[in-house]
Every structure is written in structure tokens, then in C-alpha cells.
T-cell receptor
């Protein structure tokens, strides 16, 4: 029972490099999310996709792009990484946005930008 | 914008003690409130989900309450155990989920 799977688990990037974080869920959920977690800041929403074919900005979208490839997959891309993007990134999914939803998380991706 | 606050930021208790974690939020127009547990280096695991129409939910030794009008929720843990040591986060659900910064709980054997 995989749930939400995200890769890679750990990554070190140099400033200016690009990379894509991959996320897939096998629960047939409509909505998917990317969060970052920083000490003292809690989880902050970067982008979300309420349903296949749609994406919306969250609280901290600058420096990121997303693609909802299909219902299962939602990727997060850093085009030109900056040290301020050093963080733990979590992908999550829920049956839909709004009422009555439980949100399920992946194990996280630790990204360091040097 | 919804603001979610969790107090205290850290809590240390002896094994067997009952304890309460607090979560407050600024906008009462919510769909639900969810409590999570996060172990070091891991993702978030859902503990309890309270719908906006509900007052409380229980699972084993855990009981979560919700008072929408006052913008508060509590997570009660009975007879705490060392295995309960983790960070506990609350999330308020509307069209998005808004998270508190968590309470780091240590249960001392």
C-alpha cells in the first residue's frame, strides 16, 4: 500500500542548477499538493492541483513550477535553485479540496542548495 | 489569510501523564481540522479528523475537540507513553490546508 511516493529522498544542488521533484499517489485522489517545511515556519503551500488539468499557486510559489502530468502524478520543478530553497519538501494528496477531506503525505524530500 | 498557532512549542512530560496540546486559528469558516503526528525525518501521519459540524473525535488514547466559535482545538493524550514522543501538528482545512508550527512532545520513561 504505497500511498504517496516522492523522489528523490535527498538531493544536494549547486546554486543555479535545476531539478524536478517527482510525486505519485495510488489512491485515485483528485487533489495534490506541494509543501515546504522550514524550522519555525511550519508547512507552507507552494502549489496545489485541485483536479487533473488544473494547478494553482499557494502561499510561496516564487521560484517553482509544477506539472500535473496525470491524475496520479504531480511534479515540482526548481528552474534555478537558490540557497533560500533549502528545505524539506512534502507532496500530499486528498480525495478533493474542501469539506470532509483527509490529506495524506509522502515521506519528504530533503533538498540542500549550496 | 488563516493563521494557525500551536502552544506550547515544546512539552516534556513523565510517562503516564495525561496531557493537552492546543491549536488556535483565526478564521472560523473552516471545513475541518486535522491533527497529525510527525516523527523525525518522516512525513506526517493523520491522527484525527474533525468535521466542522462535529465537536470531538476519539481514537484510542487520543481525543480531539473543536470549538469553531472560539477558534480552538485541543488534542488530549491519555496515559502518555515514550512512543508518543513526536511533533504534533494541527491543520485547518478550507479550500486549502493551513498548518500550525507544531508542538514537540517528549515523554520521559
Amino acid at each position: 500500500n504505497a500511498g504517496v511516493t516522492q523522489t528523490p529522498k535527498f538531493q544536494v544542488l549547486k546554486t543555479g542548477q535545476s531539478m524536478t521533484l517527482q510525486c505519485a499517489q495510488d489512491m485515485n485522489h483528485n487533489s495534490m499538493y506541494w509543501y515546504r517545511q522550514d524550522p519555525g515556519m511550519g508547512l507552507r503551500l507552494i502549489y496545489y492541483s485541485a483536479s487533473e488539468g488544473t494547478t494553482d499557486k499557494g502561499e510561496v510559489p516564487n521560484g517553482y513550477n509544477v506539472s500535473r502530468l496525470n491524475k496520479r502524478e504531480f511534479s515540482l520543478r526548481l528552474e534555478s535553485a537558490a540557497p533560500s530553497q533549502t528545505s524539506v519538501y512534502f507532496c500530499a494528496s486528498s480525495p478533493r479540496t474542501g469539506a470532509g477531506n483527509t490529506i495524506y503525505f509522502g515521506e519528504g524530500s530533503w533538498l540542500t542548495v549550496v | 489569510k488563516q493563521e494557525v498557532t500551536q502552544i506550547p512549542a515544546a512539552l516534556s512530560v513523565p510517562e503516564g501523564e495525561n496531557l493537552v496540546l492546543n491549536c488556535s486559528f483565526t478564521d472560523s469558516a473552516i471545513y475541518n481540522l486535522q491533527w497529525f503526528r510527525q516523527d523525525p525525518g518522516k512525513g506526517l501521519t493523520s491522527l484525527l479528523l474533525i468535521q466542522s459540524s462535529q465537536r470531538e473525535q476519539t481514537s484510542g488514547r487520543l481525543n480531539a475537540s473543536l470549538d469553531k466559535s472560539s477558534g480552538r482545538s485541543t488534542l488530549y493524550i491519555a496515559a502518555s507513553q515514550p512512543g508518543d514522543s513526536a511533533t504534533y501538528l494541527c491543520a485547518v482545512g478550507g479550500n486549502q490546508f493551513y498548518f500550525g508550527t507544531g508542538t514537540s512532545l517528549t515523554v520521559i520513561p
